[in-house]
């Protein structure tokens, strides 16, 4: 007797196949609408991953290859995750759009000439950094200002080991990194006419 999967298991693609294969496939971007706006795969479309669960009706009734693409692949992998769990076949771009450029691959840029941002990771570098010498400056002042230096390292380390970054979403929220409303009324739309 046969078992199958309750859900469809994800799969990835390289930039390199992902490149030959671009016409064939439905793109979602899943980071930031500030991060898209910097370069993204031509043809992609952009749904966050914060925003993720309401795109799920439509995502279903996708025909053909689904491709999940984020900067690096982490976020890519977690929107696959979540979409098996809702019964959606997805595949992840192996090292995200870094790779992809780095290969060589052209990215496109929205035609309104979108507001660029730097990438999530960078975003949360710069904040990490500067909580750990803000804490150290108040550790100066009192020793209790080192728990906040102690906190930020807890984090990171707990971001490594989880394969999360509840840093990274916090900063999602800000309203340079946010779509607005229209933004993805207009992606599920263009979405569902293909």
């Known amino acids: 007797m046969t078992t199958h999967p309750t859900h469809p298991t994800p799969s990835a693609l390289d930039a390199d196949q992902a490149h030959t294969r671009l016409g064939d496939l439905t793109v979602v971007d899943v980071r930031t609408p500030g991060e898209y706006a910097s370069g993204h795969l031509p043809g ?10 309401r795109a799920l009706p439509v995502l279903r009734r996708v025909h053909g290859e689904l491709l999940v693409v984020c900067a690096s692949g982490a976020r890519s992998a977690n929107a696959c995750a979540r979409l098996a769990e809702a019964g959606i076949a997805a595949m992840t771009l192996t090292g995200g759009t870094a790779d992809w450029s780095r290969r060589g691959h052209a990215l496109g840029r929205p035609a309104s000439g979108g507001r660029a941002v730097w990438p999530m990771e960078r975003q949360v570098r710069l904040t990490a950094g500067a909580l750990v010498l803000t804490g150290l400056g108040l550790g100066l002042l009192h020793p209790a200002g080192l728990l906040l230096s102690a906190g930020i390292a807890g984090g990171l380390v707990f971001s490594a080991l989880s394969g999360t970054c509840g840093m990274a979403a916090l900063l999602a929220k800000l309203p340079h990194n946010r779509p607005r409303p229209a933004d993805l009324a207009a992606t599920l739309a263009r979405l569902e006419a293909r």
């Open 44 to 53: 992609a479309l952009n749904i966050p991953l914060d925003q993720l669960e």
